[in-house]
C-alpha cells in the first residue's frame, strides 16, 4: 500500500503529477481551449500556494500519525461516522475519474484500431487491472515514472509541431485565435453562473485543497516516501511540472483552433465536439513514424492515473471497511488477497461506467461535476477535523445531509423552474463544502452558547 515508504521524492513527485495529469489533461484540456479559452489554467495556478499549505502544516502532521488511509484521520478527530462517508464519497470519487479517464484515450484509440470504442475500453481497462494487481503501489509509482516520461515528451513534440504551423508565415494562423480571444483566462465579473475568472480560483483553491488533504489518490503517494522532508520536496516537483504541463495543453488546444482556421486544413463533419479535435489531428496531421509516441503518450497518461485509482480504492476497501468492521485481526497474507481482489473489483466497475460516458457532451465539464458531487463534502469533513471543531454523530449527519441536499439541487435543478439552481455547475462542491462546514460550526457555536448559559 505504501511501497515499505521508502520511494524517492523524484519519482513520487512525478506520480503524483500523473495523478494530476491524465487523458483528461491530454485531451479534454485542448479541447476545452479549443472551445472556449485559458480559463483552465487559473486551475493550476492556484497549486503553489495550496502546495505550501500542505507541506507547512498537513504533510507533517499526517507523516506523525504514519497514516496509510486518510480516512482514520477523520475518525480519530471527528468519529467513525465521518469516516464512513469520506471514504464511501471517495471510493465514488475514483469510481468516476477512472471512468472518464478511460473513455477519453479508448475514443482515441477507436481513430487508429478498426474496433468499436466499447471493445478498446475494455481492453484498456483489463491490462491496467493486471498490472496494478500484480505490483501494487511500487508497480504504480515506477510505472507512473516511465509513462510521465513518455507523456511529457509527446505533449512537448505536438506543442513544436504545432508551433510552427501557426507561427510561421507572412499571415501567421495564430493570429486568428488571438482575435478570437483564445488566450484569455476569462472573464472579470464577480457573477457565479459563468465561468468567469473568479469561479475559478474558488474551484482551483477548494480542488487542490480537497487533492492534498482529502484525497486518498494523492495523500498515499506522498505517505509511501521515505521521509517527511521528502514527502515535501515530491509535493512541490509534482506543482513545478504540472503547472507548464497545463499551459502546454491549452496551448494545444490554441493552436488546433489557429490550424483549422485557416483554408488548408478543415476538420471532418464527424468532430462535433472539442475532445474529438486533438485525436482528429494525430491521425491525419502527425507524421507515421510519430503517431506512437503521441499515441503512447495518451495511452500513458490514461494509465498513470487510472493504476493509482484502482490501488488506492483497494486501499480504502480494505482498512477502512473490510478491517473495520469485518476483521478487525486480519493477517498480512488475507490483507493482500483483499487488496488484490477488491483492485479487480473497482477496476471493473470503473470500466463499466466508462462505457456509459460515451454519451457525454464534453468530458472535461462531467468530470468537473463528478469531483464536485462527489469531492465537496470530503474537503468540508476535513477542514472540520484540521480545525478540530469535533461534533456529535447526529449534528455531523445533519451537516452531511444539508451538504448534499445543496449539491442534488445545484446538479439537478437547472432549466426554467422557479426554484432553479444557476450557480455555474464546477462550484457545486465549493458551495457543497461550505454550507457542511457552516452548519458543523454553527452546531458547535450554539452548544458553546449553551454552556456559558
Known sequence: MVAGRGLPSWAVGLAIMSAYTSSISYIATPGKAYDSNWHPLIFAL???????????????????????????????RLGGWARFYGSISFLLYMVGRSAVILYLASMLMST???????????????????????????????????????????????????????????????????EAGKFSLGDLSFSFESRTIWVMIIYGVTENLRNLIADQNYVQKYAAASSEKE??????????????????????????????SGDAHSLADTVTKGDQVFPFFIINEIPIGLKGLIVAAILAAAMSTVDSALNCSATVTMLDFYKKYFRPDIND?????????????????????????????????????????????????????????????????????????????????????????????????????????????????????QARQ
Open 333 to 449: 497474507k488475507t490483507a493482500v488477497f483483499v487488496l488484490r481482489l477488491t483492485t479487480v473489483f473497482w477496476g471493473v466497475l470503473g470500466t463499466g461506467f466508462a462505457l456509459l460516458m460515451i454519451r457525454a457532451k464534453s468530458a472535461l465539464d462531467t468530470w468537473w461535476q463528478i469531483s464536485g458531487i462527489f469531492g465537496g463534502g470530503i474537503l468540508g469533513l476535513f477542514l472540520l477535523a484540521l480545525l478540530s471543531r469535533r461534533i456529535k454523530t447526529w449534528q455531523g449527519i445533519t451537516a452531511i445531509f444539508s451538504s448534499i441536499l445543496i449539491i442534488c439541487w445545484g446538479t439537478f435543478i437547472r432549466g426554467d423552474s422557479w426554484w432553479q439552481c444557476n450557480i455555474e455547475e464546477i462550484l457545486i462542491g465549493a458551495v457543497g463544502t461550505a454550507v457542511m462546514l457552516l452548519t458543523a460550526l454553527g452546531f458547535s457555536l450554539f452548544e458553546k452558547k
Open 231 to 260: 514527502a515535501r520536496r515530491s509535493l512541490w516537483i509534482s506543482a513545478a511540472i504540472y503547472l507548464p504541463m497545463t499551459a502546454l495543453f491549452l496551448f494545444l488546444g490554441t493552436t488546433l483552433f489557429a490550424f483549422y
Open 112 to 178: 487508429f484500431v478498426p474496433l468499436p470504442i466499447e471493445y478498446l475500453i475494455l481492453i484498456l481497462g483489463t491490462i491496467t487491472i493486471i498490472y496494478t494487481l500484480m505490483g501494487g503501489m511500487e508497480a504504480v509509482v515506477w510505472t507512473d515514472v516511465m509513462q510521465s516520461a513518455i507523456m511529457i515528451s509527446g505533449g512537448i513534440f505536438c506543442a513544436g509541431f504545432l508551433g510552427w504551423h501557426v507561427f510561421s508565415g507572412p499571415d501567421p494562423l495564430i493570429t486568428q485565435a488571438v
Open 46 to 76: 492556484t497549486i503553489p500556494p495550496i502546495t505550501w499549505l500542505a507541506c507547512r502544516y498537513v504533510v507533517p502532521y499526517y507523516r506523525r500519525m504514519k497514516l496509510v488511509s486518510v480516512y482514520s484521520f477523520l475518525e480519530e
